[in-house]
């Protein structure tokens, strides 16, 4: 990706900029901010002594907050640093469930609730002393309950009014689960940004003997929900689309929602073709790797799951079966999610790095500029494939 340097050096920034990490988003946020105290060591040089790039360079950019917790496992947003005139950047991962506090004697995880109080708390806690403040989180908290089939509540939409509420101006998340939620918020910044660049960029890195063309391989969606994001990858690799329709029991229900009876494929034939199934998250994985098995038994060669966020909450065990038995080759997952070690360490998974995406945005819209060039990756992904040798230069 190439830097707007000349443009960023011509731009005002909003204000000297602040990142806040918030709990289990350190390692993320650490990756973050060392891509932007590098180019700013050489960007916009000639402007030091200009009272508009105040603390434009700096060794960090990171802003200490801390989230005491009382006995009874109440807590408290403290902000240890000035922040008065800033823009904020804040970056959370609500799934975080490595995070954990004391109440009442006991060890207790954060629950996704715990991290969005936790969240709210440093909003609040900011005191509207910034001169604004944007939310970076990677996989949006309740985005599944997005819509009300029956009466229940929206969650996702009651979360971003309360954001904006707070006084956030900008909300930037990936690859949401249905970005119609930001009519919620009709009035106010949303930013879904699709990480189609940095999977292909993963899957060019990691897979031995790619050849991209409609003979050899294959995009599969899961089911009629992943179609759009499938649409996309489909059309910027120029290979054919499949997809499975899940056919579901409407009598019952089972975890507040109806069970699904079968898979069923709809689409051209999958025999010998490398398969590429896109979706935006694992849950507990079990859809998706009978997604893949059915896929094997029509006769698809090498099998790729790639996802933007692996949540694997039922365990890894199932997955290393899987794999063991052919089921799939690998699995490819944002890092925009807490990862486990163990996690890290299978030899199916593969890691695809966010930080460096999320650094352009925070450097560009620090610098007020439009941020259209990096949510459109087409180009991108074309320059990418050609250098890679596995598309012809047009």
């Known amino acids: 990706m190439a830097r707007q340097t000349a443009e960023n050096i011509n731009s005002i920034p909003v204000g000297p900029l602040g990142i806040i990490g918030m709990p289990g988003c350190e390692e993320l946020t650490d990756k973050i901010d060392k891509y932007l105290v590098k180019w700013r060591k050489t960007q916009a040089t000639e402007h030091q002594e200009n009272v508009a790039f105040f603390a434009y360079q700096r060794d960090t950019y990171k802003i200490d907050v801390s989230i005491p917790r009382f006995g009874s496992g109440e807590g408290k947003g403290v902000i240890n640093d000035t922040v008065r ?22 060890t207790v995880p954060k629950s996704p609730d715990d991290h969005f109080a936790d969240l709210k708390r440093v909003i609040h806690a900011l005191s509207s002393k910034p001169k604004r403040v944007s939310v970076i989180m990677p996989m949006l908290y309740e985005g599944r309950q997005h819509k009300r089939s029956a009466r229940e509540s929206l969650d996702c939409a009651m979360a971003l009014q309360e954001l904006v509420d707070l006084g956030v101006d900008n909300i930037i998340t990936f690859d949401a689960h249905d970005q119609r939620v930001q009519n919620s918020i009709p009035d106010s ?14 899957l060019a890195n990691n897979v031995d003997n790619l050849t991209i063309d409609p003979e050899h ?51 051209d034939s999958v025999q010998g073709k490398d398969i590429i199934i896109v979706d935006d998250m694992i849950s507990s994985g079990e859809s998706m ?10 006769g698809a060669k090498r099998i790729f799951v790639c996802t933007t966020f692996g949540l694997f909450c039922n365990g890894l065990e199932v997955f290393d079966k899987a794999y063991n038995d052919g089921v799939f080759d690998r699995v490819f997952t944002t890092n925009g999610v807490y990862q486990s070690p163990e996690l890290l360490d299978r030899e199916w998974y593969v890691s695809v790095e ?41």
């Open 85 to 106: 005139g800033y823009d904020i950047y804040i970056i959370a991962d609500v799934f975080n469930y490595s995070c954990t506090y004391k109440m009442y004697g006991m």
């Open 189 to 202: 910044s949303f930013e879904n940004v699709m990480p189609t660049y940095q999977m292909i960029k993963a």
């Open 217 to 267: 391989l294959m995009i599969i969606s899961p089911d009629e929900g992943a179609m759009q994001r499938c649409i996309y990858f489909a059309t910027q690799l120029g290979v054919n689309l499949g997809m499975f329709y899940k056919r579901r029991d409407y009598t019952r229900i089972v975890n507040g929602r109806n069970p699904i009876v079968e898979h069923q494929y709809l689409g």
């Open 289 to 298: 790797l009978e997604v893949a098995s059915k896929l094997k038994k029509l």
């Open 354 to 394: 966010l930080s460096k995406y999320t650094a352009y945005f925070i450097d560009t819209l620090n610098h007020d500029m439009s941020v259209s060039s990096l949510l459109d990756s087409s180009e991108r992904i074309n320059n990418l494939l050609v250098k890679k040798g596995l598309k012809e230069a047009k």
